[in-house]
């Protein structure tokens, strides 16, 4: 009970340390340990709970879009790393290596799997002899790992979970319209299941993929105003296929080599679901990715009639779709109401004597709290609209933030100042050229977060260096 | 095409050399790949589609008895491993070590998990205080990995997947209750969606789990007379909470130690749906666990309606909640059959011209290649019921297989006889002494599989040394 106590008691508000009120809330809302095994983290059940229905529900959308999962080993020799120059550049030195098995030194050292494009590109190589065998859309769920000094629960860790798909086509077309469409699949998912509003575009030379041609990104704000990468999806062109010698002969009977795709989103999407909805009493679970949609707190429990009425609200909610639990444990129900908050359960509904004699029920929200009294013989309908106003509500909130925390800059005095002294994200113009990504990062440890899509003209020139402008950046400081 | 051209020409049939035969199915039935990691597989989208069946229909089970999910570590420190003693010498031999990472060598070897009892002491430790907190009862879905030197997909590979349920109780009685549901809930799952009959019983003190104080099993037998140990379960008492301190305070405030139990499923469980069901032309799989369920075969496919038809019929039956596929490629349809037989589809429905003017189809069952003219209107009821037909087929062959293969022996030279002439199981009374398993194994190869939880009186005395009788014991020789 001493955790408990704490978990109640003390959480830092999210103005006093962002920081500090993230890593209470991961720990209270019981959504990880912490692991004695350096950087890596222990997902308990309220946190796997969630990647649970995060992995369900994308894995039904890549499956209407003709993706079939597989399973691929854990290692990577290091001769197969190293096929492809800039991928091996970019992830060798952040692996760990296996160089001893059964009590024998290996004669060649394998990887960790940091990402598995080059197993991919192995059995591709394999599997593909004729343009009958493509497209291959092959995706698996599995963990990686990539050392890392600073870890994070959810934002950084030396192993997360996540999702790669990976595909490879007859044509350029077909890899980059599959790029395209993965990116969007999420950037509907983020919008639709987890109410978090993106903005979708393509990273700069500087910040794409180890390997890739181009990366499109999706880019998410946090309550800090800082961004958060929630989904990248990789065009590979053909570089891989040439590394690695992957040829299809064509209807022509000419052989081509494939063009290739990779796409991603890890368990560090749940980091950005805390920081987008939570708040001082803890997370914010949007109702159609929560684990329990409903929680039934009995009021004075120890009177007749009490859990009975509540364990038949629950089988009525349940019938319906709903996911609800009971909280029956000999807690006081304030004590249950904040342990709901913290859990982030996007309703609550409380039921006593008084309630029961009148033939009703209170309900109340868990993201603004609104309290509703309703008739017992309304309740599925009820709970049912409150639960869709509050993803819908959820979602708009996140859309306003977002949309009210992007400044424009057309000065490099304008830019320095919004950086530094207004949370959010800046979009600038910008002349294309490293030099200027790495001067802003240097002057002010932003970056580029992407070349959005939907592209404004700001300004002619380069917010930087007044070169002439290419493209529009949304720039920001970045978990 | 060259591939597919071997698939259906050549398969070694199970009597010429069963060995043969295995390798030929899971790889013609594309089920896996081999991967050039040593003794690591592949697991292809047929092959990987037949463990999501497992896992959803598991994972199901699980959660019905109050299981939660979790995920830990990949990596295990090796004075983690060391702190439970039977359990290190069980496992250090046979394991792979994690020496550098990013780009530095390691204060301390890691292992790469053999599995997690270690891993889940130490967190269950760190949030078992009371009484209260107990049960835990957590899974986890993952690959581990053990260094084998000789490897068969499926059956023993360097890396495979599982699961990995840990529980830890308040008593002993509550931790054996746990141990033996869990063997039953296994035993349930191979019987009802395997088709797959087993015997349940307790391992040998020389063939239980590393560190367990007794280890349950099922067992199932393969095509060729052979044992498959299919799933464990094991009770370790308070072996692991002394090693690691894991206590909590119990109701009158004494300091206790929890009882623990560790139970597991592989992907091991596909090499036993291959060599119980499969035949000569291929795979044979159960309706319940087969990913696609029915496969559609137009007949003249290029006359007009007939692909319209198989639509149509596709429609239906996937609607009545059947996984259904249609085979529109353009190759013949003997060659489809050959196809659909070899990857175990149950059922394939015939349609073509001659059909659609009967208002007709042809049926085929894979097991015993059954035929069935069905007027289209009862086409949904007429496949479900041939389906569930099959499933009960296939389990009352399966099951009669079993019992028609297991000897009596009552003196040593019926043993020897048995098991050098009969494929199968023998049954024997056996005095408990290990003497007796090292002699057995040494003169035959078989081992103890289990002492069934069913005991029949076979003799007095044991079968290999004339001492008195403690038990029964099935004995084969295993995978």
């Known amino acids: 009970m001493a955790d408990k106590k704490k ?12 920081a500090k009120w993230y890593t209470d809330v991961v720990t209270k809302a019981e959504l990880v340990s912490y692991s004695t095994v350096k950087g890596c983290m222990i997902l308990k059940p309220a946190g796997y709970a969630i990647w649970e229905n995060i992995m369900h529900e994308l894995d039904a959308r890549f499956k209407a879009t003709g993706v079939e999962n597989v399973a691929m080993p854990l290692f990577i020799p290091e001769s197969l790393l190293q096929k492809e120059k800039d991928h091996v550049e970019g992830f060798a030195p952040e692996v760990a290596w296996v160089t001893q098995g059964g009590g024998e030194m290996l004669p060649e050292r394998l990887c960790v799997r940091p990402t598995s494009e080059t197993l991919f590109c192995e059995l591709y190589k394999d599997i593909v002899e004729s343009y009958r065998d493509l497209p291959k859309c092959y995706n698996q769920w599995c963990s990686v790992v990539r050392w890392e000094k600073t870890t994070r629960p959810f934002l950084r860790t030396t192993e997360f979970w996540w999702q790669e798909g990976h595909t490879a086509h007859a044509t350029e077309e077909e890899a980059e319209a599959r790029t395209v469409q993965m990116l969007n699949l999420y950037a509907d998912f983020c919008e639709e299941m987890l109410a978090i509003p993106v903005i979708k575009g393509q990273k700069t030379d500087k910040e794409k993929f180890a390997g890739a041609n181009s990366t499109y990104t999706i880019e998410a704000m946090m309550h800090d105003g800082k961004a958060l990468q929630s989904g990248t999806s990789h065009n ?14 064509d209807k022509d009977n000419s052989l081509q080599y494939v063009h290739q795709t ?7 999407i749940i980091g950005a679901l805390i920081m987008v909805h939570g708040d001082d009493s803890g997370l914010v679970l949007p109702p159609r990715i929560a684990p329990t949609q409903v929680m039934i707190i009995p009021i004075a ?3 007749a009639g009490v859990l009975e009425k509540a364990a038949e ?3 009525t909610l349940s019938a319906a779709g709903l996911r609800v639990k009971t909280d029956e444990s000999d807690k006081n129900p304030g004590w249950k109401f904040s342990e709901q908050e913290m859990r982030g359960i996007p309703l609550r509904v409380e039921i006593g004597p008084k309630d029961i004699e009148a033939g009703q029920a209170v309900i109340v929200r868990r993201d603004n709290r609104e309290k509703q009294i309703v008739a ?8 049912k609209a409150a639960l869709e106003q509050e993803q819908a509500d959820m979602l708009a909130r996140a859309r306003n933030f977002l949309e009210s925390h ?3 800059a057309r000065t490099y005095d304008e830019f320095m100042d919004a950086i530094a002294n207004k949370p959010g994200f800046v979009k600038a113009e910008w002349c294309g050229e490293l030099e200027c990504e790495l001067k802003i990062k240097e002057d002010t440890t932003a970056t580029a977060r992407c070349m959005p899509f939907v592209q404004e003209h700001i ?6 260096c007044g070169r002439p402008a290419k493209k529009m950046v949304i720039w920001g400081k970045a978990y």
């Open 7 to 18: 978990l109640v008691e003390a959480i830092t508000s999210r103005e006093e340390d962002f």
């Open 236 to 249: 590979f062109g053909d570089g891989f296929a040439r590394a690695f010698g992957i040829q299809f002969s």
């Open 262 to 268: 990779s796409w991603g989103m890890s368990t560090r």
């Open 301 to 303: 429990q120890h009177k």
């Open 313 to 315: 609200l629950q089988e």
């Open 376 to 383: 017992l013989d309304e309740l599925t309908g009820t709970v």
């Open 406 to 408: 992007i400044y424009e």
């Open 459 to 464: 300004a002619d020139t380069c917010v930087c």
